[in-house]
C-alpha cells in the first residue's frame, strides 16, 4: 500500500509540469483566499476589537460558526459558488478568517493603557488614537494570525478541490487514491507541502518588512 520512495520520486520527476501546473491552480486560491481573508478578517477585527459592545455581540457569533466542520459546509460552497475557482477561494477564505480576526481584535484589545493615557493627555481623538497607537499596538497580532493563516489556508483549498473540482492538487490526490495510484498521491501530498512551506517563508518575509520590530518566532 505504501509505494518506495525511489518510484514517488520518478512520479516527481517524470510528472514535474504537469504536478506545478495543478500546483499554481490550488496556490492561486490560497493566495486571493488569504487576500480576501485577511482583509474581512482586519475589518472584524477592528469591530470586535474597537468596540467592547460590538465585541460582546460578534465574538460569540464568529467562535459559534467556527463550531461547523469545513467538510459539511464545502458541499454547500461548491452548490452556490460552482466548480470552478470561487468556491475554492471561499473555503479558503473561511478557514483562515476567525485566527486573524482573533489575533488582531486580541492585539488591538491588549494596547499598552500607558499608551492610551498619553493619547488623551495629548488631546488625540479616536480616530488618531487608533491609527497611531492602537493600530502598530496591534500589528504583532495580527502578524502572528497571518503566520497562522499561511498554514491552514491550503486546508481549505485542498478541502473544496476534494469536494468538487477538475483540477488541482486536490483533485490530482483524489483521482490517484481512486485508481490506487499511491505514488502519485505521496507526489502530490509532496509539491503540497513544499508550496506550504513557501507561502508560510513568504508571509515570514513579508511580515519581517512591515513589521519589523516584531521577533521572529523560535
Sequence with gaps: MLP????????????????????AITLTEIVLGLCLGTIFGV?????????PRVGRVLMP?????????????????????GFGLASKVVMATIIIYFPITSAFADGLRRTDAGLL???????????????????????????????VAAVFAPIG???????GASRGLGFVMLQANARMQTDM???????LAVTTLVLRLAVDAATRRL???VEDPA
Aim: avoid cysteine; hydrophobic fraction near 60%.
Design 117 to 147: 493615557d498619553l493619547a488623551k493627555l495629548y488631546r488625540a481623538d479616536p480616530w488618531q488614537t487608533l491609527r497611531l497607537v492602537r493600530l502598530p499596538s496591534a500589528l504583532p497580532g495580527l502578524v502572528s494570525g497571518l503566520r
Design 157 to 163: 483549498a485542498v478541502v473544496g478541490e476534494w469536494v
Design 61 to 81: 457569533l464568529l467562535v459559534v460558526s467556527q463550531t461547523l466542520p469545513v467538510f459539511a459546509i464545502a458541499p454547500l460552497l461548491v452548490l452556490w459558488f
Design 211 to 213: 513589521v519589523f520590530w
Design 43 to 51: 475589518a472584524s477585527g477592528l469591530a470586535v476589537g474597537g468596540s
Design 4 to 23: 518506495a520512495p525511489l518510484r514517488v520520486l520518478t512520479v516527481l520527476v517524470d510528472r514535474a509540469g504537469f504536478l506545478f501546473g495543478q500546483a
Design 185 to 191: 498521491l505521496f507526489a502530490a501530498l509532496i509539491v
